[in-house]
């Protein structure tokens, strides 16, 4: 094992034995993949723990996902006509905008960091924990690709 991949490992159980979740290889593999950033697809998700370990069940990435998710240390978004994706990027309540021609989703920061980013004007007697924000629009891709056909 070399130093780079060791560190990352290391940093691997640290995170979860911080969040009081046994270390286990297919929870390092996952935590593996979402640290090198994105929005991922479980079937995504899956092809690269196998590409670390031999065999992995998809029931047990989900498993995984689950566990890490409720831990807090991976977060689910499910943009609307997307399949649920999962990322590193948890628990600093920032938003997702996301191109309605290719489905390409990308990280922006909430201006307030702090859910509910928005208040309503009525809550109707509700305690408000968050807002669920979505920017949709084209990515630069999809832009350029209109202004070719046009
Ligand atoms: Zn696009
Ligand atoms: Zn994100
Ligand atoms: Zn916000």
Do not use: K
Not at 115 to 136: K, R
Request: glycine content about 10%; charged content about 25%; proline content about 4%.
């Amino acid at each position: 094992m070399d130093a780079c991949c060791h560190y990352v490992m290391s940093t691997g159980e640290e995170l979860l034995r911080s969040r009081g979740l046994r270390v286990t290889r297919p929870r390092l593999a996952v935590l593996d993949v979402l640290a090198g950033g994105g929005h991922l697809e479980v079937d995504e998700i899956t092809r690269r723990v196998r590409a670390r370990l031999d065999s992995v069940s998809t029931q047990a990435v989900y498993d995984v996902l689950g566990a890490l998710s409720r831990a807090g240390l991976s977060r689910r978004i499910e943009p609307a006509g997307s399949p649920a994706r999962y990322e590193a990027r948890a628990g600093d309540n920032h938003h997702h905008v996301v191109c309605r021609g290719c489905g390409e989703i990308a990280d922006v920061d909430c201006a307030t960091g702090s859910a509910p980013c928005l208040d309503p004007n009525t809550a109707h007697g509700f305690e408000v924990d968050e807002a669920e924000v979505t920017f949709w629009g084209l990515c630069p891709t999809c832009q350029a690709r209109r202004s070719a056909d046009d």
